[in-house]
């Protein structure tokens, strides 16, 4: 069983309570599957659930080079080099990340986010589509503020050939 689920903002990426804070749980009645990976509580967007230990263990492992899309809002409005330096890969605290995929896009058409992002009068922002093989800690977060331009908003919109397409926020559907 595979379950697409839209996380949507603070809401931790497992069935357990922890304190007052949301979990999968408040949003998915189904108790048999676990996440293929997680997604930060401050990180929206599609997380696979799946009662499959083997395919769980090739979606988040990323040894398998399953491409995670993310549609990334950050302060500032990145350059072409700026953006060639993460297609290059950037060394981090915890060591070189693998060359991502990046580009600026329009800003998608997506849910508002409850509380909204901090705007700043006269500094802009823009949307990058950033597709990475990995899946570190907080990765993508520390490697756009890494380039200087740190994230206001992240949705993870792809994993592999799975996509968010057609998921409202904080609903799942079943795949076959």
Do not use: C
């Amino acid at each position: 069983m595979i379950v697409l689920f839209n996380k949507p903002f603070r809401v931790l990426s497992q069935f357990s309570s922890s304190g007052d804070k949301h979990t999968l749980a408040d949003f998915i009645d189904i108790r048999t599957v676990y996440p293929a990976g997680r997604l930060d509580y401050d990180s929206e967007g599609l997380l696979i659930l799946t009662d499959d230990g083997g395919l769980q263990q090739r979606i988040a492992n990323p040894r398998y080079g399953k491409g995670k899309e993310y549609w990334v809002q950050v302060e500032g409005v990145p350059a072409e080099s700026d953006l060639e330096r993460l297609r290059a890969g950037v060394t981090l605290k915890d060591g070189p990340t693998r060359p991502a995929r990046v580009r600026l896009i329009e800003p998608p058409q997506v849910w508002a986010r409850v509380p909204p992002i901090r705007e700043r009068r006269h500094i802009p922002t823009a949307w990058l589509s950033l597709t990475i093989s990995e899946g570190r800690n907080r990765q993508v977060r520390r490697m756009t503020a890494h380039i200087g331009y740190p994230t206001l908003r992240l949705i993870r919109y792809r994993v592999g050939d799975w996509t968010l397409e057609g998921i409202r926020v904080g609903e799942y559907r079943l795949e076959t």
